[in-house]
Every structure is written in C-alpha cells, then in structure tokens.
C-alpha cells in the first residue's frame, strides 16, 4: 500500500546560540526517511527562525511507514563543519491506519543527547495512503496496539482470538567496532535509530500474525529490550489478539460482517439450525440455545458437532466440573495449537473469566555462551516456548482451560540468562473449535446432551455479547442468568486447603484460603475494608562459582528454596493484615555471580468469600526458642489490629450444619471451616529473627494508601473516592548494600523510597499511591538499582447521597489543561472516548561533566524530565490530552564516576488517548479533537 508523507517544517523557537560572535544561530533543517533526505533553506542570524518553503514530500510503501522513523534534525551551518542543534524522532505508525488522510502537527522539543532539551520546532506531517488489495504485501495496515491492561472505554471485545509473540535480534551499536571511532553523539543517535527501528518492525510483524489470526487489535501489548552486550540487542513483543468493535455507534466500526463470518460462518449455523436462511452472521461459542420463554428442552447434536469449554488439544487431566469435548478441527487456529491460551490482559469484560485460579510461575536459566549463533532468533525462541510450555502445563494440571494477567520478564547477568513467564490460571469461555472467546455476561442453556457426550449433568455455559449483537442485528435467542458475585474465586476441584464460601454457605460452594492473581480485583467484588500494598524481599548470598556452568547450577539448585522464603514472607504479611486475597501480584528475580534477589509486590483485600486469616500470636521464650522482644512483639501486634479493626467479626460455623447437604467428602477435609484461631510466629535462630523483623513495614501515614493495582480496592469504606489531579511519578535509586547486613539493608531500601514519596506528597494528603511498579537489576555485585513507577491520586471525600461505590466515579472535578499521565488504564473522573495510538520513545543522554551536573541523581532527574516533556509534546501533536498505561520498559544507567562521566537510556511507551472530564459541558462521549 504506497502513500505519500508530507512534511511542513513551519518555525522554531528558543534555540540555544551557536555563534558567539553574533549571539545567534544559523539555522537550517534536514529530514530523513529511509534513504530519502531533504534540507530546507537556512535562516541567518535567527534564534527563532521561520521557513515559508520547507515543504517536502516522500513516496514510500506501508511497510517503511511501520519501520522507519521519521528524523527531523536542525543544524547551525558553519564556515567548516555544521554543528548539531538538535533532532525530532517522530513515529509514523499511528498515521498508517485506513483513515483517508491522517495528520500529526504541533510544537516538538529539539533534543540532543549530549545536552538535553535545546529549543523546540513547529511542523505537521500528513500522510495520505493509497488502497491496495494485495494480499501478500508484508503490511500490518490497520492493526490497533493498546499498552494498556484491558480495552479502553471506546471499545469493545467481539472476540479474543489468542496469543501473539514476536522476537528481533541485532548488533547493538554501542558494541560495535565503529564505535570507537566515530564521536558520542553519533554513537548514541545510531542507538536511538536502531531501537526506534526494531520497535515499529517488530509490530508490524506482530500486526501481520494478528491480520492472519482473525483480529484486528493487540490488547495488552508488552514489549521488552534485552541489552545482551556483546550478544546482540534483543526486542521481545507479545500481546492478546483480540476482534474489537466500536462501543459508540458514531465512530466507524472496525468490525464487518467478514470479519465475524471467520469466527462462525453463517452457512455453518444455517445447518446446524441456530439461525434461518436470512439471518444476518453470529458468533456463538457452543452450538444450543434456550429460547426465551420456552420450556427446557432436550437437543440432540450430530456428530460432526462438538460441545466444548475447554481450549486445550493435548491430553492432559481434567477439572471434574469441565466438559468433556469432541476432538476439535484440524483447522484450528495457530495460536491454539500449543494448548492453552495465554492472555495479557489483566482486566476483562464480564462475563468472560469464569473462575480464577493461583497464579502459576515458570522459570529458566540459560547461557548466552551457549548460542551456536548470537545473531538467530532461533535459540532465543526455543528458550521462551519452553517456558511457555511449562507454565501451560502447570495451568493445565490445575484443570484450568487458560493463563490471563500472563508477562514475561528476564534478568540478564553476562553469561547468565534468567527467563521467568507469570500468571494465573483461570476458566474463561472459549470456543475451542474457532480459536476464540466471546466477552460477555454468562448464559446457561438447557441442558445438551451429544452422542459422545457422558456427563448429562452439567449445564452448557454459552458466550454472547447482547450490545454487539444487537448493534449487527443479531436475534437474541439467550436468556442471561445473574451469578453471585463470589463464583469468581469457586475451586472447580478438591483441595486439602478449600474452605465453605462465606457467601453462599452451601457446603458444595468451596473457595481457597488464599488467593494470589496477576490479573486487577473485578469491578463488583465484595471487599471488607481497605486495600494495601504487601511487599516481600528476599536476598541471597553465593560465593562465586568457578566457571558459567557451576553459577547457573547453584542458581538453579536455589531457586526453590528462594521462592519458598518469599511465598511465605508474602503470606504472613497478608495474615497481619487481615487479607485473604493478592491482585495485580508482580514477581521479579535477578541475578548476579554473588547475589540473588527477589521482589513479590501485589495489593491485598480481604474478600467476604474467602475465610478470614487466623490472627497474630507472638510465642514468649519456650525451650530453645528465642523470646520475641516485647515492644517488637506489641508494635507488631498493634500493626495487625489496625487493619483487623475495619473487618467484621469471623461468624462461627459448624461443620455438622452442611453434612449431607454437600457432594464433596468433608470427613476428608476437603471442605472445613478453619479451626485455627491464631497465626503464631517461632524464632529459632537469627535468621529466623530477620525474617521476622522483615514482617514490621513502617505504617503508613495517616490518610495515605497505596497499591499496585489502579485504585486501591475498598476505598469507599474508608469515605474517600479518587479524585483529579494526578501526578505521574518515576523514581530511581542506586545503592550499595553491605555483604554483612544484606538481609535488614536489602528490604530498607524499598522503605526509604516509599517514605521519600509520601514526605514529598505531604501537602496533597489525603492520597493514594496507585499503579506502583518496581524494576530491580544488580548492576556489579552488591550494587542494585531500583527503579519505581507510580501515579499520585488526591483522594476526596465521598459527597452524601452518594453511598454506592459504583456512583464514586461519576462526582464533579476540574479538567487538567496540559497532557496528563497516567501509569493505570483510565484517568480518575474522565472518560476514554478515542485512542490515537502508542507512544514509544527511545531516549539517551550522556554528560562527561556529571560532577558539574549536580551528580547521579541530578542527572537521572533532568534527564527524566525531559523525556516526560517530550513525551507530552507527541501525544498533543497528535490531538490527544491524556497517556494511560505508561510504562518504563528499560533505565539502564551507566556510572562511571571516575571519569566524570555518565550515560542513561530509558526507554518508555504508553497510550494516546482523548478523555473527557465529568464536568464538561459536552457529553461524556464527544470527542474534544
């Protein structure tokens, strides 16, 4: 598909003055696309020059649209040598969509990497492409990218189709020999190019699996670089392919009739009787339905039809409560072809996860040394399906049919290579013979009974989405059956561990003691108090191995026992605060030849399903146990009081009232009301004492919160609702921990941050820290850096009259002027009403007088700063007033003090989108462009 770039290069302002002798510059413009370059005349004397005939024009195809970047770059011309001003990176990939002409205009700041922000250019590029129906064109044309966890609100899901995974591999151009020769600006602008370049290739191979599997948009888009040194740079991309179609009926639709013919085909259902003749195409995922109003009946299918909730193809255990499924079609989808479905999404539509399950961990360690051929993909592909298998394996064990909240992450050491695959295993309704899901809310048909079909007992779950049907002119022949609120967290399978559902007090209702997801809290749970940030740190020393081999054996031969310590720090710091329920759970693992690492961060709630944690006893001296100092002992008492405070009193429940009312043995224990009253805490040793003291967070400040999910779960019990004005934060800390003190030090250095944050918000109070991530790398033996992302909410009471938490979102506030940030999904008291794309940005700075700087931090800050600027200043050229789902994909920071030098790279994407506040005189769906 050929289309034509214009480019209009209008003025600049505030540029710096690259002759002293004229306090002025001469400045001029050149742009480049691929192999194609232009300049514009040259403004003298001029520190806001304006060009009247900077007009330039560029014939490419889709494909150098969705790989190259567009530099725009300003020079001062000199009697010698032109210096460098400053340049423009814009990315052309949201302007290649099926809009006839799509346009990107407004005022850029010029960025140099070696002296940071230096002025700024106004220009406007417009792209007008030209329809081409060839089909084996390597395009990716019209394919959406969200970087957010779910769908934004002007959208919505008509089917998830599967899992997408890409892989590049490439000379960094920092380890090349060219790099000693040419100068540092040159170097770091062919960085910046190169990693500009692999992130729009590698969507636009994404795009094109995407195209082939039937979708049209990836939701939860996750892209990583591993800056493997010598090795290579490596770009990682994966992401859900979903089927989307517009919310609103006054956007153009991005579903066609063609489009859902290849989830089900109308002649498909013509013959099977579920539509007549004239009926328009519908997309159902089983094959019965109960007509409304009519009484239950049996239906008796052919052979040829398969009944069928599960996505898995191989032959692995199965829940007691599944159906059982008729072999599926040899023509099943690609992306289900290696069983079960791995979803990125972390927030769903209802209806479409039935049940959650715990989270499931898969792990690999690897050398790089290894590699017949550093600069294959191959290699690198095989180690992450590995992975990928495992921890499907495992989901498939528990007699779950997918992984949703699923990421990926990897800590790299030279030669050591750590991959780790995280999520949790859920039941969502799929339709395992088309590869895809439906969103919508749960329908229970008449019970069907197939030839092949043995448990005659079980109800038929169907998927339909009752708006998008009756936008396309669906007949609605299901009736939605309403579910409690608490099916979510029901065990589909006995365990030693269920325990009676304190909601529906039916025997043969059993839900786990606990529960750990990487996916958000659901919208219409029932949550008892207020959500809280729970952490767990765990450290490790090694003495150093004598070869690669022998250091990834001890990791590995560690590795359990370093999981063990950190699942149980994480479980008594939800029982000491009355939480029976971890969302948005984020594990990371790093290594080095010395040290190992551990950081678990989640939100924990206490959901009235699940049973209440037993309470905290600190044992006296018994024996050879060590007593438990007494103001320990009551600091740590008077902590758990104060969050078991705001939980009902536990209501006592026999076990005899539920015999014979239930199908599950409960002589066996497999459903029990816990007889364990308190949570005792022994200390044999001093590591014992140190795990212990790692228990004791510093509380936090009176009328603050924090959490790793959106918003923190409950608040409305505590009177309060998320307010306007947010402030995006980005943290980064360096330090050197003491060998000696490793286990107190390692955990006090995540306190001190939080800390720094909470005295730096002190006038903003009452407020919530939400949305937090944390990004620890060992840099060279005990030395760590941690990077921390968050998003600041003011927080307000909540206004009488208004006592249902699902009215909190909708109360009066003021609209920002400027872009706002946001690290979460949504902007608090603002509606997503357009998406214009993904923002992702490569940024490098370098300073050879960092003493003069100010220092590291300094440095870090300012660079930070800017980039945060730049970052604003793309998303308004493109019309938009808000970036949600923002997110730091790599801060590697390069010390070398010794020199007087430092370089840093960060690298950040996010969301363009226009939202509308509430108190707009517009409706809450017009759009503001």
């Known amino acids: 598909m050929p289309g034509i770039l214009k480019v209009n290069v209008k003025a600049a302002r505030d540029l710096p003055v690259m002759d002293n002798a004229s306090q002025s510059t001469d400045a001029y413009v050149q742009i480049r696309l691929q192999d194609q370059s232009h300049k514009s005349s040259v403004c003298p004397k001029s520190l806001n020059p304006e060009w009247s005939d900077a007009y330039f024009r560029f014939e490419v195809d889709d494909e150098a649209l969705q790989d190259e970047t567009l530099i725009v770059k300003v020079w001062d011309r000199d009697a010698i040598n032109d210096d460098s001003i400053g340049h423009v990176m814009i990315d052309l990939h949201a302007l ?25 250019i106004n220009l406007s590029v417009k792209l007008t492409l030209l329809r081409d129906q060839n089909r084996f064109r390597d395009t990716s044309c019209g394919v959406l990218f969200f970087m957010t966890k779910g769908l934004p609100e002007c959208y919505q899901a008509a089917a998830v189709k599967g899992f997408v995974e890409e892989l590049m591999v490439n000379d960094d151009p920092e380890h090349q020999w060219i790099d000693k020769v040419r100068t540092q600006r040159a170097s770091n602008e062919a960085r910046q190019v190169l990693l500009a370049t692999m992130d729009g290739e590698l969507r636009r191979k994404i795009g094109r699996k995407v195209l082939d599997l039937g979708g049209n948009a990836v939701v939860g888009y996750r892209q990583h670089f591993d800056l493997e040194g010598d090795s290579g740079l490596v770009a990682r991309g994966i992401g859900t392919v979903v089927l989307l179609a517009d919310r609103h009926p006054e956007y153009p639709r991005l579903i066609t009739s063609g489009d859902l013919s290849r989830i089900e085909p109308a002649e498909r259902q013509v013959s099977r009787g579920l539509l007549p003749v004239a009926s328009p195409h519908v997309a159902l995922v089983a094959h019965a339905a109960h007509v409304a109003g009519s009484p239950a009946r049996d239906f008796s299918l052919g052979e040829t039809s398969a009944v069928s909730i599960s996505a898995t193809s191989d032959a692995g255990s199965e829940s007691p409560h599944m159906t059982k499924s008729v072999p599926m079609s040899a023509a099943q989808p690609a992306a289900f072809d290696r069983g079960l479905p791995l979803i990125t999404m972390c927030s769903f539509p209802p209806g479409f996860v039935t049940r959650l399950g715990g989270v499931v961990i898969a792990r690999s360690i690897k050398l790089l040394d290894n590699m017949e051929n550093i600069d294959s993909p191959a290699t ?203 969302f948005d759970f984020r594990v990371q693992v790093s290594v080095s030849d010395l040290l190992t690492v551990a950081v678990a961060t989640g939100t924990a709630v206490h959901l009235a399903a699940l049973p209440l944690p037993p309470q905290l006893q600190a044992l006296e001296e018994q024996g050879d146990q060590v007593s438990v100092d007494a103001s320990v002992r009551e600091r740590l008492l008077s902590f758990s009081k104060s969050f078991r405070d705001q939980l009902p009193p536990e209501e006592d429940v026999k076990v005899e009232d539920f015999l014979g009312q239930t199908a599950v043995d409960l002589a066996d224990g497999v459903a029990r009301v816990d007889s364990k009253k308190t949570l005792i805490v022994e200390m044999t040793d001093d590591i014992d004492g140190d795990a212990f003291t790692s228990l004791l967070d510093d509380p936090l400040p009176e009328g603050c919160f924090a959490c790793s999910s959106a918003t923190p779960p409950g608040l409305h ?64 033996n005990l030395e760590l850096q941690i990077t921390l992302t968050g998003m600041a909410v003011r927080l307000l009471p909540i206004p009488k009259g208004l006592p249902s938490p699902s009215h909190l979102a909708r109360l009066p506030g003021a609209a920002d002027s400027g872009v706002e940030i946001s690290v979460v999904d949504e902007i608090p008291r603002a509606t997503v009403t357009r998406h214009l794309g993904t923002i992702s940005l490569h940024m490098i700075k370098e300073t050879t007088a960092l003493r003069e700087s100010g220092g590291l931090a300094l440095f870090v800050s300012h660079f930070t700063a800017d980039v945060l600027a730049i970052a604003r200043a793309h998303a308004a050229a493109r019309g938009g007033n808000a970036i949600v789902g923002y997110r730091i994909r790599t801060m590697q920071v390069v010390d070398q003090a010794s020199k007087n030098a430092a370089q840093c790279l960060l690298s950040l994407c996010g969301d363009v989108v226009v939202v509308v506040y509430h108190d707009s005189p517009s409706s809450v769906f017009e759009s503001v462009v």
Request: proline share 6%; glycine share 6%.
């Open 96 to 120: 290649v969509k099926y809009d006839p002409v799509a346009e990107i205009s407004g005022w850029f700041p010029l960025y140099d990497t070696l002296r940071g922000v230096r002025g700024s």
């Open 717 to 780: 019990n505590a009177g309060l609702t998320a307010g306007g004005n947010i402030q995006a934060i980005t943290a980064v800390k360096r330090c050197v921990l003491d060998s000696k003190t490793l286990r107190a030090d390692f955990p006090r250095v995540f306190e001190d941050m939080l800390k720094m944050l909470w005295y730096k918000l002190r006038t903003r109070r009452p407020a919530a820290l939400c949305g937090l991530r944390y990004d620890t790398q060992i840099i060279d």
């Open 380 to 582: 690198r592909d095989v180690w992450w399906n590995e992975v990928r298998d495992e921890i499907r394996s495992q989901a498939r064990s528990l007699g779950f049919n997918a992984i949703v909240g699923y990421h990926e992450s990897s800590s790299l050491q030279d030669p050591l290579f750590l991959l780790t695959a995280c999520g949790t295993a859920a039941m969502v309704n799929l339709d395992s013979r088309n590869g895809c899901a439906l969103a919508g809310p749960p329908v229970i048909a008449s019970r069907v009974r197939a030839t092949s079909f043995t448990e005659q007992d079980d109800p038929l779950v169907l998927n339909l989405n009752p708006q998008l049907s009756s936008s396309i002119g669906v007949v609605d022949l299901l009736l939605p059956q309403s579910t409690p609120h608490c099916e979510l967290f029901h065990l589909t399978f006995p365990s030693p561990t269920a325990r009676i559902c304190r909601c529906c007090n039916r025997g043969e209702t059993i839900v786990p003691e606990f529960l750990i997801c990487t996916v958000e809290p659901p919208p219409d749970i029932i949550v008892h108090g207020t959500a809280s940030l729970v952490q767990a740190r765990v450290s490790r020393q090694r003495s150093k191995s004598r070869s690669a081999e022998d250091a990834a054996v001890v990791v590995g031969e560690g590795m359990p026992y370093l999981e063990y310590a950190l699942h149980s720090e994480l479980i008594n710091k939800m029982k000491l605060r009355g939480a029976n329920a971890l």
